[in-house]
């Protein structure tokens, strides 16, 4: 059974692009939450995302979104990079969003 | 508010010994917990879950934790260490129950490190 699957693996943006990751969550799995992971603030709950439905979102700015499509697979895009959204993002999936959740292994995100 | 507090943010061990690393957490309601622990380049690995049923939950790798609500803690235990269990380790809280779907609150991290 193949696991989250998130892409690219690592990433280097300059300050004020924009940026799209993508995560294919465990097949049956119709949850999917990202996580932002900093040294400084540890991890973080961003969104999560059920049958294409925003259901739960984090503290983040606007600038942080996602969305999901009907095959479950999600992605989330930062718009107007800035430095300190240099982090590794996790994307995990659950059946229903109330059980434990398996994680992908990130993307690496590098913002100069 | 939830919110979860891992007591040590290093713990040192000698391979064979006994294995803790601390876990207290903040509910209102009744919670879900959850161990998880990543290795370095890697994401994170579900070690076990308590979702309301036995207090004493088996995880993965001889990996164990026991909910005590009198304490508000949910530590986690390995009676003998091994040198691949050097990794970093999160606790986690999620108030599931409520409505709260996809949202784990977690801890700052527990870094084990196993000596020969």
């Known amino acids: 059974k193949a696991g989250v699957t998130q892409t690219p693996r690592y990433l280097i943006k300059t300050r004020g692009q924009q940026v799209t990751l993508s995560c294919s969550p465990i097949?049956?799995?119709?949850?999917v939450s990202w996580y932002q992971q900093t040294p400084g603030q540890g991890l973080q709950f961003l969104f999560e995302?059920?049958?294409?439905?925003?259901?739960n979102k984090g503290n983040f700015p606007g600038r942080f979104s996602g969305r999901q499509f009907s095959n479950s697979r999600s992605e989330m895009n930062v718009s107007t990079l800035e430095l300190g959204d240099s982090a590794l993002y996790l994307c995990?999936?659950?059946?229903?969003?109330?059980?434990?959740?398996?994680f992908g292994s990130g993307t690496r995100l590098t913002v100069v | 508010a939830q919110s979860v507090t891992q007591l040590g943010s290093h713990v040192s061990v000698s391979e064979g010994a006994l294995v803790l690393l601390r876990c207290n957490y903040s509910s209102s309601v009744p919670p879900y917990l959850f161990w998880y622990v990543q290795y370095p380049n890697q994401g994170l690995q579900l070690l076990l879950k308590?979702?309301?049923?036995?207090?004493l939950v088996k995880g993965i790798n001889g990996f164990e934790a026991e909910f005590k609500k009198s304490e508000t803690s949910f530590h986690l235990t390995k009676p003998s260490a091994h040198m691949s269990d050097a990794a970093e380790y999160f606790c986690a809280v999620s108030d599931f129950g409520s409505g709260n779907t996809g949202k784990l609150i977690f801890g700052q991290g527990t870094t084990l490190q196993v000596k020969p």
């Open positions: 097949s049956g799995h119709r949850s």
């Open positions: 995302y059920f049958s294409e439905t925003q259901r």
């Open positions: 995990a999936s659950s059946p229903t969003g109330e059980d434990g959740y398996t």
């Open positions: 308590y979702t309301s049923a036995a207090t």
